[in-house]
């Protein structure tokens, strides 16, 4: 990987990462494609549309389904899917969390019982990077412990001393790796934990950012804690990363938490909301959020976005996504969700732009004008 820092305004930063597959500026949103694809779109929607550089995928709903293996005797992801651009893939950490009812952590690893069919499965670090290098991402994410917020203090050191140890066995076992020729042109990144416990970010963070990884992502974040909360652990955290590596948030969030923590220094996001939140009605514009399944918009035959100049805005109206919202016609998640992502991308493009010319409080106040 190589990276460069095109620019800073204030704590805000524009970089430019260059992968074995694409040429990604940042500030960036990956949209989600948790099982190898963007929920409702096709490699053209994503290359050719959206123009997309990186898209996201897990770790453990592909070793699931279709299995690890099979991707790579197909070709690991770029030659499965067809998108030839980079992919960054979870570990499996926040499934840990989110399916905390069939999993279990315990000091070498995380337990799982499938959501598939029940059957048992072991993540240890080495595990995680072993199902990564067959899928063959750019970017891989070691396995970290993830608390759900509140956390006491016992459970929060016991998060981060499995993190940092998780994260000295995968470093190690990667470098190994890579001097045997697996996952050469393979980038991995660590994820600081300590919920919104400056002490324990302080600690965490020092841990980490001491290793050899390709960059660095803070996890534990939007997982319950107030968004205020949030932002003031990345403004407290941020300090503590390189500047000379990536910085991604993980799954984070809103137009306007993207907004502010790009101005506290994260390049890098990712969130299923823009295209969830597609599927259920509500689409994002540069004035809010709108709920198309409204009878209000039944006769309206502007734009979703009259500023917008996506696919789908370009194209059809919000009485014909209304129409076929409520008719359940498949065609309007391709659309919504064709929206929603381009908001996602013009909008940390603007925020790119603007500090570029050390404009960015002007953006913001901008951005926050125009939704008011």
């Given at each position: 990987?190589?990276?460069?820092?095109?620019?800073?305004?204030?704590?805000?930063?524009?970089?430019?990462?260059?992968?074995?597959?694409?040429?990604?500026?940042?500030?960036?949103?990956?949209?989600?494609?948790?099982?190898?694809?963007?929920?409702?779109?096709?490699?053209?929607?994503?290359?050719?549309?959206?123009?997309?550089?990186?898209?996201?995928?897990?770790?453990?709903?592909?070793?699931?389904?279709?299995?690890?293996?099979?991707?790579?005797?197909?070709?690991?992801?770029?030659?499965?899917?067809?998108?030839?651009?980079?992919?960054?893939?979870?570990?499996?950490?926040?499934?840990?969390?989110?399916?905390?009812?069939?999993?279990?952590?315990?000091?070498?690893?995380?337990?799982?019982?499938?959501?598939?069919?029940?059957?048992?499965?072991?993540?240890?670090?080495?595990?995680?990077?072993?199902?990564?290098y067959n899928l063959g991402s750019d970017i891989m994410m070691i396995l970290d412990d993830l608390v759900a917020l509140p956390a006491t203090k016992e459970r929060l050191t016991l998060s981060i001393d499995r993190t940092t140890r998780w994260a000295k066995e995968s470093i190690t076992y990667h470098?190994?790796?890579?001097?045997?020729?697996?996952?050469?042109?393979?980038?991995?990144?660590?994820?600081?934990?300590?919920?919104?416990?400056?002490?324990?970010?302080?600690?965490?963070?020092?841990?980490?950012?001491?290793?050899?990884?390709?960059?660095?992502?803070?996890?534990?974040?939007?997982?319950?804690?107030?968004?205020?909360?949030?932002?003031?652990?990345?403004?407290?955290?941020?300090?503590?990363?390189?500047?000379?590596?990536?910085?991604?948030?993980?799954?984070?969030?809103?137009?306007?938490?993207?907004?502010?923590?790009?101005?506290?220094?994260?390049?890098?996001?990712?969130?299923?909301?823009?295209?969830?939140?597609?599927?259920?009605?509500?689409?994002?514009?540069?004035?809010?959020?709108?709920?198309?399944?409204?009878?209000?918009?039944?006769?309206?035959?502007?734009?979703?976005?009259?500023?917008?100049?996506?696919?789908?805005?370009?194209?059809?109206?919000?009485?014909?996504?209304?129409?076929?919202?409520?008719?359940?016609?498949?065609?309007?998640?391709?659309?919504?969700?064709?929206?929603?992502?381009?908001?996602?991308?013009?909008?940390?493009?603007?925020?790119?732009?603007?500090?570029?010319?050390?404009?960015?409080?002007?953006?913001?106040?901008?951005?926050?004008?125009?939704?008011?």
């Open positions: 990987m190589k990276f460069n820092l095109d620019a800073i305004d204030g704590n805000a930063r524009a970089c430019t990462i260059q992968t074995a597959h694409s040429t990604i500026q940042t500030p960036i949103f990956m949209p989600v494609g948790t099982s190898a694809v963007v929920k409702a779109l096709d490699t053209n929607d994503m290359r050719e549309i959206l123009d997309t550089q990186i898209i996201l995928a897990n770790t453990y709903h592909l070793y699931l389904r279709p299995g690890d293996e099979t991707v790579n005797k197909l070709g690991k992801l770029h030659g499965f899917t067809k998108y030839d651009r980079s992919f960054l893939t979870d570990s499996g950490g926040f499934q840990a969390f989110s399916l905390s009812d069939i999993s279990k952590a315990d000091e070498k690893g995380i337990m799982f019982r499938s959501h598939i069919d029940g059957s048992k499965h072991y993540f240890t670090p080495s595990k995680v990077l072993d199902i990564q470098r190994e790796k890579q001097s045997d020729g697996i996952g050469v042109n393979q980038n991995i990144f660590a994820i600081i934990q300590g919920g919104i416990d400056k002490e324990f970010r302080k600690i965490s963070a020092e841990s980490l950012c001491a290793m050899d990884f390709d960059g660095f992502a803070i996890g534990g974040l939007s997982v319950g804690e107030e968004n205020q909360a949030m932002y003031d652990t990345v403004e407290f955290t941020t300090p503590f990363m390189p500047k000379d590596k990536p910085r991604y948030l993980m799954g984070v969030g809103t137009p306007e938490d993207l907004v502010e923590n790009i101005e506290r220094g994260i390049d890098m996001f990712d969130c299923v909301m823009p295209t969830r939140n597609a599927r259920n009605g509500t689409l994002f514009t540069t004035f809010g959020k709108i709920n198309i399944k409204s009878a209000r918009f039944k006769l309206d035959d502007t734009p979703i976005d009259p500023a917008c100049d996506c696919y789908t805005c370009k194209r059809y109206s919000r009485a014909y996504l209304n129409h076929l919202y409520r008719a359940k016609e498949l065609t309007y998640f391709r659309l919504a969700s064709l929206h929603n992502l381009h908001y996602y991308l013009n909008l940390v493009k603007e925020a790119r732009e603007a500090i570029l010319k050390g404009e960015f409080q002007a953006f913001k106040r901008e951005f926050y004008n125009r939704r008011n």
